[in-house]
């Protein structure tokens, strides 16, 4: 009986445990994500995301973070990275990425409203 209370338990810890520890972020990433979603495409030679059918700019000054790295580069952005990311319209009216973060999984993702 002692043997199958432990099991359970053990259970019920990582049950727990996981979603804490997925969520653990570093200092530097935002408590909240404006925006969020999975890049689909890539083409940094023509400075452009697209992130769940929508398209951006990518600012010339765009900060990139991983959990990993604090200044992180383009480069690290691929093709079903789950992201959280700012931007702005710049001067004719395209949405621009300004800041991005590669989350480790869809569950920080912002909710959509």
Not at 14 to 31: C, D, G, I, Q, T
Not at 69 to 98: C, H, M, P, W
Request: proline fraction near 5%; avoid cysteine.
């Amino acid at each position: 009986m002692m043997k199958i209370l432990k099991y359970w338990l053990m259970i019920l810890w990582l049950a727990l445990a996981l979603p804490v520890a997925a969520a653990s972020l570093p200092n530097y990433y935002p408590k909240e994500f404006s925006s969020g979603g999975i890049i689909e495409l890539t083409d940094l030679s023509a400075g452009r995301l697209r992130i769940d059918s929508m398209e951006y700019a990518i600012a010339s000054s765009i900060k990139v973070y991983t959990p990993t790295n604090e200044n992180a580069s383009i480069l690290d952005l691929k093709r079903g990275t789950i992201v959280g990311y700012d931007f702005i319209y710049n001067e004719i009216r395209q949405r621009t990425i300004i800041r991005i973060w590669v989350l480790p999984d869809e569950s920080l993702l912002p909710e959509k409203g």
